[in-house]
């Protein structure tokens, strides 16, 4: 019996990726998984592989349930349809892991207007949308998990004097705060939800977690510093954690993946549910 079993979650971002391992990871549990993101059908010239049929293919393949719901985030009336269309199909969310997110690695000084509005309108406004569509059956049912995916760069940078030149310091200052402020959007609405039985926590690795994406931005800053890797199937587990944890007990917590997991003494596993592959 998987510890989902009879659930229904939302993730976001779910065509490659980390959406697309927690999407796999949580259907191995037993959920049935609808998945958003702009790409549904896979396409050649994408300068990123993987699709929303691939990930629901992937699912299915493993015997699991799953739905694919096109859908541009960034734009509040695509979004808009998003809950109602899964709460259709599936049922209502049990699970929303907002984990769709905007990353231009750039010096504040350079990035321009259209790029900042684009960051906080997917990394922020998104997840507050999405959280307050599915929070009025969350609430009459008396459950419910919301994951939100943050990122280290929400840290404040340390000095002074601060060390010149670093890639993944000083380009990350507009990504960085829209984070920040997806964590205190996180404690905030734990606490307004707590009396509701709802889980709100906020998830980020503490190194990069490998994926397409990350080795597009970042690719050959993660090849000199393999230790600032970490497994997806590791950050996979936490997610997984947090969409299962007590309500009761655990809410409101700004986590990171490898410390989470060291907290409870558990191990990652496969995306499939198997042994983990180290």
Same mark, same amino acid.
């Given at each position: @019996?998987?510890?989902?079993?009879?659930?229904?979650?939302?993730?976001?971002?779910? =065509?490659?990726?980390?959406?697309?391992?927690?999407? /796999?990871?949580?259907?191995?549990?037993?959920?049935?998984?609808?998945?958003?993101? /702009? *790409?549904?059908?896979?396409?050649?010239?994408?300068?990123? %592989?993987?699709?929303?049929?691939?990930?629901?293919?992937?699912?299915?393949? +493993?015997?699991? /349930?799953?739905?694919?719901?096109?859908?541009?985030?960034?734009?509040?009336?695509?979004?808009?349809?998003?809950?109602?269309?899964?709460?259709?199909?599936?049922?209502?969310?049990?699970? #929303?892991?907002?984990?769709?997110?905007?990353?231009?690695?750039?010096?504040?000084?350079?990035?321009? #207007?259209?790029?900042?509005?684009?960051?906080?309108?997917?990394?922020?406004?998104?997840?507050?949308?999405?959280? +307050?569509?599915?929070?009025?059956? @969350?609430?009459?049912?008396?459950? &419910?998990?919301?994951?939100?995916? =943050? =990122?280290?760069?929400?840290?404040? %940078?340390?000095?002074?004097?601060?060390?010149?030149? @670093?890639?993944?310091?000083?380009?990350?200052?507009?990504?960085?705060?829209?984070?920040?402020?997806?964590?205190?959007?996180?404690?905030?609405?734990?606490?307004?939800?707590?009396?509701?039985?709802?889980?709100?926590?906020?998830?980020?690795?503490?190194?990069?977690?490998?994926?397409?994406?990350?080795?597009?931005?970042?690719?050959?800053?993660?090849?000199?510093?393999?230790? @600032?890797?970490?497994?997806?199937?590791?950050?996979?587990?936490?997610?997984?954690? #947090?969409?299962?944890?007590?309500?009761? *007990?655990?809410?409101?917590?700004?986590?990171?993946?490898?410390?989470?997991?060291?907290?409870?003494?558990?191990?990652?596993?496969?995306?499939? &549910?198997?042994?983990?592959?180290?």
């Amino acid at each position: @019996m998987g510890a989902l079993d009879g659930r229904v979650a939302l993730v976001t971002g779910a =065509s490659r990726g980390i959406g697309a391992g927690i999407a /796999r990871r949580f259907a191995a549990e037993g959920a049935a998984v609808a998945v958003t993101a /702009r *790409t549904l059908d896979a396409e050649p010239d994408a300068a990123l %592989p993987g699709s929303l049929r691939e990930t629901v293919a992937d699912i299915v393949e +493993q015997g699991g /349930r799953a739905l694919a719901v096109r859908a541009d985030l960034a734009d509040a009336d695509d979004r808009a349809r998003v809950v109602p269309e899964v709460t259709a199909a599936l049922g209502p969310v049990d699970v #929303l892991v907002n984990n769709a997110a905007a990353a231009f690695y750039l010096p504040n000084a350079e990035i321009p #207007l259209k790029r900042r509005r684009l960051t906080f309108e997917l990394n922020l406004e998104a997840p507050i949308d999405l959280a +307050q569509a599915v929070l009025p059956t @969350m609430r009459t049912r008396g459950e &419910g998990w919301i994951v939100n995916i =943050s =990122s280290a760069t929400s840290k404040h %940078p340390t000095g002074p004097p601060f060390e010149p030149g @670093m890639k993944l310091g000083f380009t990350t200052t507009i990504y960085g705060a829209s984070k920040a402020a997806l964590e205190r959007f996180t404690a905030g609405l734990a606490a307004e939800l707590f009396a509701d039985g709802i889980a709100v926590n906020s998830l980020a690795p503490v190194a990069a977690v490998r994926t397409p994406g990350a080795d597009t931005l970042v690719g050959d800053v993660l090849d000199a510093n393999p230790r @600032m890797v970490e497994p997806l199937e590791l950050f996979v587990e936490a997610a997984l954690v #947090l969409a299962t944890a007590d309500p009761a *007990t655990m809410t409101g917590r700004i986590c990171y993946s490898r410390p989470l997991l060291h907290e409870l003494g558990r191990d990652y596993r496969a995306l499939d &549910g198997g042994p983990h592959p180290d």
